[in-house]
């Protein structure tokens, strides 16, 4: 199975509490303890549609924390959202943030996932993180980086990228189609199932395979294989 794994501040609770109103998030007051057993309180804001969203995708792969909250994620975070409380989460050591051009999550994220394929949901990447996840994608270990605008947290364009990268894994372990028996007719063949039926989303799958990070064009409707980021749409 692969794995989509989830950050919390900056994508499932927007930074800007004012356009979080605007967009529908609500607010939900925490007053417990930190990761570290600190006293912490304050307000989260959540979006209801990113359960539906998120229990979409937990049909075809599986959800892995990878948040500075860690497991009050799972026990907190998730039911609020109608997640299950017992999602497993990353164990960030020295947390997360950029240093030297990387996102200090992905390093325990990668080891953790091993090589399973892995879509991260994020609203923070180093200048180094793009080409290292393309690394691992050439190594067949596939890995798409997904950046969120912060301000606004995760919007329904982030889904779909991960679902049409989802259909490209499906899509790249389908069986080819097998050669006709010896004395059959050529004519026969067996088609390949396929969840792209032309050859535009089949040049789409070519693309998205080979491509860690992948740039949404609103204008386009389509991905294009040497883009480096995905857009959102800024605060209102």
């Known amino acids: 199975m692969p794995v989509v794994a989830i950050d919390v ?5 927007p930074d800007h509490p004012a356009t979080a109103r605007q967009l529908g998030y609500q607010p939900h007051e925490y007053d417990g ?4 057993g600190q006293p912490m309180s304050g307000t989260v804001w959540l979006h209801p549609d990113h359960g539906t969203w998120l229990r979409e995708l937990a049909q075809r792969a599986d959800l892995l924390w990878c948040t500075s909250w860690r497991p009050i994620a799972a026990t907190w975070i998730a039911p609020r959202l109608g997640l299950p409380n017992d999602l497993p989460w990353v164990d960030l050591g020295q947390g997360g943030g950029i240093r030297f051009g990387r996102q200090l999550k992905l390093p325990p994220l990668y080891r953790a996932v091993g090589t399973r394929p892995v879509a991260v949901l994020d609203d ?5 993180d793009p080409d290292e996840a393309a690394a691992r994608t050439a190594n067949g270990h596939q890995t798409l980086l997904v950046p969120v605008n912060g301000g606004t947290g995760l919007q ?6 991960v679902h049409r990268w989802l259909d490209c894994l ?3 372990a389908s069986p080819l189609p097998q050669r006709p028996a010896k004395g059959g007719s050529d004519r026969r063949r067996r088609r390949r199932s396929s969840a792209f039926d032309d050859a535009d989303d089949r040049q789409a799958v070519k693309v998205l395979l080979t491509a860690s990070v992948i740039r949404f064009s609103e204008n386009l ?6 883009a480096t980021r995905v857009s959102s ?4």
């Open 9 to 13: 501040d900056g994508v499932l609770n």
């Open 33 to 36: 303890p930190d990761p570290a």
């Open 124 to 128: 923070e990447f180093g200048g180094r």
């Open 156 to 161: 329904r364009q982030h889904v779909d990228l």
């Open 170 to 172: 499906v899509e790249q």
């Open 221 to 226: 409707g389509c991905y294009r294989a040497n």
């Open 233 to 236: 749409d800024p605060p209102p």
